[in-house]
Every structure is written in C-alpha cells, then in structure tokens.
C-alpha cells in the first residue's frame, strides 16, 4: 500500500503554469523528497497529490485506483504542514483524536490511537495542553501525531521542520527517518533544505520551473548530475 502514480499532472492558475507534466512513480513504503528552488512548484503538486486541490490535467493514482478527481478525506493520505494548523481551543489530545471522531470510530480504537502516537512521539505527558502552551518542535510532534493517528498509506510533508531552529531540525530529521522504519508508510517530503533531502531520501525529485530535473537516489544525484542546476543545487561538484 503507498503506491503513487502521477501521469502528466498540469497545473495552472489563470495563465500561469506552474505544474508543466509531472511524471512520477512512487513505490509502497519509499521515502521521497521534493527539493527545489522557492517558488518551483513543490506545494502546488503535493496538494494535487494530497487532493487538497484538482490537478487542470493528468492522472493521480493510488494503489491501482484513480483518484485524480477523489476528495482529500478519501485518498488515505495523511498531510503534514509547516505551519502545524492545529486546532488553537483544542487540547493536544482532542487535536489527536478529532479527525478519528468525526470518522465515527470506536472509542476504544480512538484511545489506542492516541496513545500509541503519543507514546511514539513522546508527547504523553502534554496530551491535556493547548498548543499555545507548547514549544515549537512540541507542535510539530503534534501535528505529525494528527497524522499518524489515521493510518495513512502515505504521508505528505510540506517543510515540516522549517519554523523549527537548526539544532532541534537536526534532532526532528532523525525522529521522521526512525519513524519512517518504524511505520513502513510511503512518504513524500517537501524541503528547500539540501541536507535534509540527502540524508531522508530514498529518491530525491529535483524539481524547477514546474518540471522534473532529475529523480534519484542521493548518491546518484551527488555523484552524477543530470545538469549544471541540479549539481548547483545540490551541492555537488560540477
Ligand atoms: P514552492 O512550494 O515550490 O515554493 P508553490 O507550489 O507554493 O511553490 O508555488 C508555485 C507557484 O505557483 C508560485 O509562483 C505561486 O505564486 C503559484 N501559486 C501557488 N498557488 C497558487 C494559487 N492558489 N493561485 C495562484 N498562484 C498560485
Ligand atoms: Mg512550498
């Protein structure tokens, strides 16, 4: 399951294209990140993928199913963002919980939910505060348990350590690669930062102008450049 397959995916706002024909195949359980300059389009495909937004053109699926015109709640996805969106008046247990309520699930399933993440996250002491009553790297734990809590086959992450200060980025990398081994789920990870995509990735997507540039693994991408801009990006030697 997390099998993901983008068949030209446009996207264009007015006259503006910004997604020009992205192709791309993800497989169950990978860990991919989107790397590329502010602005290039990595947001705007990832909530075509998410279902946050439809694509103009092209063709999403998930695990053999096409979802392209499938509502967000029904792709079993799961979004992180960098802003955390947590609910402000909701406890950090209620912030856990809610989506799964609203999915009429048991209450006893919920509580297991909730307590596994938390347990994961190391947040079970902070499950009756409020975010405002949370540090930052606190919050993202959060909104990263609000994720996990709905069993996603694939997790979606938009910079989610990027309002985070440099030594807790690096504490907060290792955490999403360790949970990553643990949860076996594909993830596809968004970030301008260079040596998070080199260490996290299974695949890096160079991405810029709308368009792939190179899809590989790190060391390949390192090692050989498909072109000047990515080795410029990438930091390579070129
Ligand atoms: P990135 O995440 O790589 O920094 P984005 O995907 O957020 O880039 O944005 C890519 C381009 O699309 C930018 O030029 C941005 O202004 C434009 N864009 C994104 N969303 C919208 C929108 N809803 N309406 C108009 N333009 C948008
Ligand atoms: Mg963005």
Do not use: W
């Amino acid at each position: 399951m997390g099998h993901i397959r983008l068949q030209d995916i446009r996207k264009s706002f007015g006259g503006l294209d910004v997604l020009k024909g992205i192709d791309l195949e993800i497989n169950e359980g990978e860990f991919v990140v989107f790397v590329g300059p502010s602005g290039c389009g990595k947001s705007t495909l990832l909530r075509q993928i998410s279902g946050l937004d439809r694509p103009s053109a092209g063709r999403i699926e998930i695990d053999g199913r096409d979802v392209t015109t499938v509502g967000a709640a029904d792709r079993g996805l799961a979004m992180v963002f960098q802003s955390y969106a947590l609910y402000p008046h909701m406890t950090v247990h209620d912030n856990l919980a809610f989506g799964l309520q609203n999915n009429k699930m048991p209450k006893a399933e919920i509580a297991s939910r909730v307590a596994e993440a938390a347990r994961m996250l190391e947040i079970g002491h902070l499950l009756n505060r409020r975010p405002a009553q949370l540090s930052g790297g606190q919050r993202q734990r959060v909104a990263i348990g609000r994720a996990i809590v709905r069993d996603p086959t694939a997790f979606l992450l938009d910079e989610p350590l990027s309002n985070l200060d440099a030594e807790l980025r690096v504490s907060m990398r290792a955490e999403l690669a360790a949970l990553h081994d643990r949860l076996k789920a594909t993830m596809i990870y968004v970030t301008h930062d260079q040596i998070e995509a080199m260490t996290l990735a299974d695949r890096i997507v160079v991405l810029r102008g709308g368009q792939i540039e190179q899809v590989a693994t790190p060391m390949e991408l390192f090692n050989r450049p498909a072109n000047r801009f990515v080795a410029g990006f990438i930091g390579a030697p070129s």
